[in-house]
């Protein structure tokens, strides 16, 4: 059977499709998060008449059959054995790009739905999948794939659906902001990130993580919930957390502020898009600042209903599998006979610079007299604003960290400003840029 027609979000609490048998679930990878969806719809026993799970499907799969599944699911390690079960729906919690893009392929090509969790996936070839999935009568659900647990793309799409989005922006990366709030009570990047690998919130690499791959990603898929854009990963400005450092929270803290890595899109209300992705010195009262360990928050802001907060477990096979299951429990609410708007697939987007903005910039030098005028002067010949100059006490000469903050200013004057002084050769490391977001900025006022 196959669910036909496109159809509004239906509450996934909602009583089931009259007449509708459970959805037939086949489950693709077995692994953290295969393995938690299988718990939830084997302990579900109230939800048995809208979703049953009949297949799980993973490479070698003998070495991952356990005994607490219902014993009538079959499991297999043939993807075309998958297919021609002719499930209902696939679940995609296997990971990657090519391998699990040609399984999704193949399952919508059918008529058959998809719910994945794979935000790589999603954010590298979303439009063409949501195509091939109105082409077929299937659907085709990823809530999993931002925000772990935290339902920002059901919010986006179903609950302030009545708004105009202007921006979204958000922690959608756990271990980065794990780190960074351990960084912030005196902890080292190395002894942050150690930890993040001892409790599990960060990978072996964790490169896709502090780098910013990751929440870029779910990013992409933001901006395609909520402005019907589809921005491609390299459009999207992306810094990584790596080269903040120990020293950095105390001249935030002498700013009254912290760092968080952020992500942010906007709207300029005709079409096209800004998009960040990096770390960010955010005041110290501001609901980002307060978010702390592996939590994400997300603020939606719309033009008539200002900000939207959500937070909660971004990451973890539980909470994912929370994502998973409400997607299914979504689907079985369609009336397999109705028709109607789902969204569309993504418009291509068009990127736009940042707006002009505060910067931090974090110097460390080898100190001689007239290093601070070459930076200002610098600084003044593209028309940049010095703010403040900080510096702590007690710092070899050789190896001295100062900071300069900056007001507002456009990307292309103060990257050309920072070539300028880069160029001089006082560095004793590069220097680091980071924007500042405004006082007001974490209210996000209506607009
Ligand atoms: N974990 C999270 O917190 C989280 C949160 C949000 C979204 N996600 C997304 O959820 C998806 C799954 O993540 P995960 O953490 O559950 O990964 P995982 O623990 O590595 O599980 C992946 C499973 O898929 C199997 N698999 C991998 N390649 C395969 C192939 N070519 N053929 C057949 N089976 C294959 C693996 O088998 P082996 O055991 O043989 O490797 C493993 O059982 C990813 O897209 C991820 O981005 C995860």
């Keep these: 059977m196959t669910i036909s027609g496109l159809t509004r979000d239906v509450p996934a609490d909602a ?18 998060v295969g393995q938690a969806v299988a718990r939830i719809l084997t302990e579900r026993t109230d939800v048995a008449d809208r979703l049953r799970l009949t297949q799980v499907f993973n490479r070698d799969v003998a070495r991952k059959r356990v005994s607490w599944t219902p014993a009538d699911v079959a499991w297999t390690d043939s993807f075309d054995a998958v297919l021609a079960a002719d499930p209902d729906v696939i679940v995609e919690v296997v990971g990657g790009v090519e391998t699990a893009g040609t399984w999704v392929r193949r399952a919508l090509a059918r008529g058959i739905s998809v719910v994945t969790a794979n935000k790589l996936l999603m954010a590298a070839h979303g439009p063409e999948l949501m195509t091939l999935a109105v082409e077929h009568g299937a659907h085709l659900r990823f809530e999993a794939a931002v925000a772990g647990g935290v339902p920002v793309i059901d919010a986006i799409r179903s609950g302030l659906a009545g708004d105009r989005f202007t921006r979204v922006a958000g922690i959608l990366n756990g271990t980065c902001n794990y780190i960074l709030s351990r960084m912030e009570s005196g902890e080292s990047m190395a002894g942050a990130l150690a930890d993040a690998q001892l409790r599990g919130f960060a990978e072996a690499d964790p490169s896709s993580d502090v780098d910013g791959q990751d929440a870029t990603a779910k990013l992409v898929l933001l901006a395609g919930v909520a402005f019907g854009r589809h921005v491609p990963a390299a459009q999207v400005a992306t810094a990584s957390i790596r080269r903040i450092d120990a020293i950095d929270f105390q001249y935030a803290r002498r ?82 006979n109705v028709a109607g708007p789902m969204e569309r697939p993504w418009e291509p987007g068009c990127v736009i610079p940042p707006h002009a903005t505060a910067y931090y910039l974090r110097f460390v030098v080898r100190d001689r007299p007239g290093i601070l005028a070459a930076i200002t002067t610098a600084l003044a010949r593209y028309d940049i604003n010095v703010d403040a100059v900080l510096q702590e006490r007690g710092f070899p000469k050789d190896q001295l960290p100062f900071v300069v903050t900056v007001e507002p200013c456009e990307v292309p004057a103060l990257t050309a400003a920072m070539a300028d002084v880069q160029a001089e050769g006082f560095h004793a490391e590069p220097p680091l840029v980071v924007p500042v977001l405004p006082e007001e900025d974490d209210a996000a006022p209506v607009q």
């Design 15 to 32: 009583a089931p499709a009259p007449g509708r048998a459970p959805l037939r679930l086949a489950l693709l990878g077995f692994g953290t």
């Design 255 to 336: 700013l009254g502020r912290t760092f968080r890595q952020l992500s942010i899109v906007e709207s300029d209300g005709s079409g096209a898009l800004r998009a960040s992705v990096g770390p960010v010195l955010v005041p110290a009262s501001s609901r980002f600042a307060r978010n702390t360990g592996a939590q994400n928050l997300i603020l939606i802001t719309g033009r008539h209903g200002g900000a939207t907060a959500l937070s909660g477990e971004g990451a973890g096979g539980s909470p994912t599998a929370v994502a998973v299951v409400s997607d299914l429990l979504a689907l079985s609410r369609v009336p397999a």
